[in-house]
């Protein structure tokens, strides 16, 4: 489990001649991002001032991170990249398939029985090709990372949304497909359209009742869903060095809400703490030799509107506690203005659950400030209105808060303790009663809160806060309770005013663990064998995608207009279909159900024109697909947006979707898209969309003249023989478009590898 001292004092090393070199050839002060992005190009100097959210750039980041649901397939692509092993530090984290249920003892043995197959899987790939593998129980993937492997100036990336993490340790942590991991664990470069920058500038201190997931709570409030796209965002001034390393952890977590490709804040002392605290003493040795080239330049402090391409100022000592939701994420309810927003809206303002962890909130602070509260009901004779649920980030944080009595103070209360994992925030709950679909609230300290995400039911309004805000709401039972003004009752009928939270930091007594989960790689794997059961139906080989047949795609159909929202949880659905997430064929039976048809406002029902009969969308899929017909998806603004997941762009390839038409993407979407070989396309006037009706066929008239820059024509012939020409625009670069005409960039991989 060791991290990598050496390879750290390495990047460091290289760090400072690539960040000076940079300096003088962009003859200005650097941000922290472009100090780390300089010092990571793949080809080692920085050239140019690369144009901000313009220019593709290759770079070489130090480490690669997967999760369980996302590295079945990246493993499975990896497989065909004909390498011995992985080519920079790889982990595996077995965190998204453990139901919660009864509590974890329970629930993680059922899990180890039901997934044994991939984890096995899992776990004997990463034995094979030098992977560090984390079992089942160990903890979610980012605590983790945060835990033993981030490190101040590095570049990472993983197989997940939420690698972002780790720029609470000053890193640039990186969301992607899979298909992009094994780029980086083949020994290949890394691309990313050169980022803008957006400075986050944090005045005065938390104080009270606020904490730091309300900083980003407020930022996704004043940047929505999509204000992040394309941009890094810097977070730095008073406000930032005051708080903990695991509170700015929170912070970048959840940027990955607004789009934003990663967050990070500079080298300070909250992070030298957090560092010696995990044992990690020589990091902090070897990061303070550098010290000032992990931190922005202090001229890009004093002036930041000069250098960054936004700037934006929040004031943390008047920031309120937030309360954001419901199905969304980016909308904010400062708390002092719920009672009359929840009425307002006819939101169910009785709490039925309150649910503390996920990536985001499950660190030691965390746990200890929400169980303070607990405590304060408790010691007051408060009985809890709402069910509690908690799952700690790591096996590390659960063993330290058992010893230190946090459990416990959970426990007087009810609290169901799930698995160190992921649990409810990705539908891995089996909520009872979820099934009759009522109306409820629940609050909880996740970062997503869309449609049915926690239990599946559509009329479930999941509203987002801090740890200490979720204990709050869920003891008074009420989603209008302000516990800066209001009082609570308790058993005996007096009245009672909770005080702030308080929880320490990092644990007094330092972290424990007995056995943290960790399996290290066979020394030579070359012996391993990986089987995978022809008649499974969790795991299936990849057979590759066809290469383009060099012609204009004609005759195809419109599969679905997607309407409004459609983030990879309605093209391609967590909670029980994760369970399919190696199984191509398997899983795309979930492909788009959530995603509303723009022509009958239902889910799961589009016409399938040869038959003029109304159907599943993967049904009509499969039937196209049968008939040898290509068809397209269309969909409306941020589409693709949420999870990293590459099912939502494999499952369209496989059922044979060849273009997906929108008015925008979300980053790592679109980058999937094209990975698998499928044409990620934009209206070049948004007003098109409205064009579109459900009888189109559809004909490229000059994909044969495929280039970059160059936009693409596509007709849409209606039922009447009438049509409407509309021209598409794309980001696809002359070795993106090899991609495609090979069918997929594993292919061309795979070619070179033979
Ligand atoms: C999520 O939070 O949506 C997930 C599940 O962690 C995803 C990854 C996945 O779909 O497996 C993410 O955020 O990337
Ligand atoms: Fe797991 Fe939820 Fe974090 Fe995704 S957001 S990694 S599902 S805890």
Redesign the pocket.
């Known amino acids: 489990m060791a991290f990598d001292i050496e390879m750290i004092k390495k990047v460091y090393a290289g760090m400072t001649s690539r960040v000076d070199a940079a300096r003088k050839i962009v003859g200005k002060p650097l941000t922290l991002t472009e100090k780390i992005l300089y010092s990571h190009l793949w080809d080692g100097v920085a050239k140019q001032a690369y144009g901000r959210g313009v220019d593709y750039v290759d770079f070489a980041p130090d480490r690669v991170a997967c ?1 369980d ?2 590295a079945q397939m990246a493993l499975l692509q990896f497989m065909h990249a004909g390498k011995k092993t992985v080519a920079v530090p790889t982990t595996v984290h077995c965190d ?1 398939l453990i139901l919660a249920k009864n509590g974890a003892e329970s629930d993680l043995a059922v899990a180890n029985k039901q997934s044994k197959e991939v984890f096995d899987f899992l776990s004997s790939v990463s034995d094979k090709y030098g992977i560090g593998f984390w079992k089942p129980g160990s903890g979610i993937i980012h605590q983790i990372v945060l835990e033993n492997y981030a490190f101040p100036g590095g570049l990472m990336i993983g197989t ?3 690698t972002v993490n780790a720029g609470g340790l000053g890193m640039l942590a990186i ?1 992607v497909g899979g298909a992009d991991a094994v780029d980086v664990m083949s020994g290949m470069s890394w691309e990313l359209k050169f980022p803008k920058l957006i400075g986050v500038k944090l005045t005065g201190k938390l104080s009270g009742w606020t904490a730091p997931k309300d900083v980003i709570l407020k930022v996704a409030d004043i940047l929505t869903v999509k204000g992040g796209t394309g941009a890094i965002v810097e977070y730095f001034g008073e406000g930032a060095t005051s708080m903990s390393c695991t509170g700015k952890g929170t912070i970048c977590n959840m940027g ?1 809400e607004i789009g934003a490709t990663t967050s990070t804040f500079g080298y300070d002392d909250s992070m030298r703490r957090y560092l010696t605290a995990t044992g990690r003493q020589d990091v902090v040795d070897a990061a303070d030799e550098v010290a000032s080239y992990l931190t922005g330049d202090p001229e890009v402090y004093a002036d930041p509107a000069k250098y960054f391409d936004q700037v934006i100022e929040i004031n943390l000592s008047e920031l309120e506690p937030h309360i954001n939701g419901p199905f969304t994420p980016d909308r904010g309810t400062p708390v002092s203005q719920m009672k009359a927003e929840a009425a307002a809206n006819g939101w169910p303002i009785k709490v039925e659950w309150g649910l503390i962890g996920s990536c985001t909130n499950s660190s030691y602070e965390d746990m200890a400030r929400a169980a303070s509260i607990v405590n304060q009901a408790v010691e007051h004779g408060i009985s809890p209105k709402a069910e509690f649920g908690i799952n700690p980030g790591s096996e590390q944080i659960r063993y330290t808060i058992e010893r230190d009595g946090i459990i416990a103070t959970f426990e007087k209360m009810g609290t169901k303790v799930f698995t160190n994992a ?1 649990g409810p ?2 539908g891995q709950w089996d909520r009872a009663g979820a099934d009759k679909e009522e109306k409820n609230t629940i609050v909880h300290s996740f ?2 809160n869309f449609s049915k995400r926690a239990d599946g039911n559509p009329n479930t309004h999941a509203f987002v806060t801090s740890p200490e805000m979720v204990a709050a709401l869920a003891i008074s039972g009420r989603l209008d309770f302000n516990p800066l003004t209001d009082t609570l009752l308790n058993d005996n009928g007096e009245e009672v005013k909770l005080t702030a939270p308080y929880g320490d930091e990092l644990p007094s007594k330092g972290f424990d663990v007995e056995d943290a989960g960790f399996q290290a790689p066979a020394e030579d794997g070359s012996g391993v064998q990986i089987l995978v059961s022809e008649t499974s139906d969790r795991l299936q080989l990849l057979a590759p995608f066809e290469a383009w047949d060099g012609k204009n795609i004609t005759g195809a159909k419109l599969l679905i207009k997607a309407f409004g929202k459609c983030t ?2 309605h093209i391609s659905m ?1 909670g029980p279909w994760l369970r399919y ?1 190696g199984h191509l064929d398997n899983i795309s039976n979930n492909m788009l159900i959530g995603a509303v048809n723009a022509f009958n406002q239902k889910t799961n029902s589009v016409k399938n024109q040869l038959s003029g009969a109304y159907d599943a969308v993967p049904a009509v899929a499969r039937a196209y697909k049968a008939a040898g017909v290509p068809s397209i998806v269309v969909g409306d603004h941020n589409y693709g947006e ?4 590459e099912h939502a762009a494999m499952e369209p390839r496989f059922l044979g979707v060849k273009a997906v038409l929108v008015k925008s993407f979300a980053r790592i979407h679109e980058t999937n898209l094209k990975k698998q070989g499928l044409l990620g396309l934009t209206f070049a006037n948004e007003a098109d969309y409205d064009k579109i009706q459900e009888d189109d066929t559809i004909n490229f008239t000059d994909l044969v003249d495929f280039a970059p820059g160059k936009p693409l024509s596509i007709e849409f012939v209606h039922a009447d023989g009438s049509k409407d020409v509309i021209l598409a625009n794309h980001t696809y670069n002359a070795s993106q478009i090899g991609w495609f005409v090979a069918g997929s960039a594993l292919n061309l991989i795979a070619a070179e590898a033979s």
């Open positions: 999760q649901a996302t998204h997940d949304s939420h969301g990955a992921c925030c990705i970062n997503r990879t949880d967590a997430r949420g999870s990293s997941r």
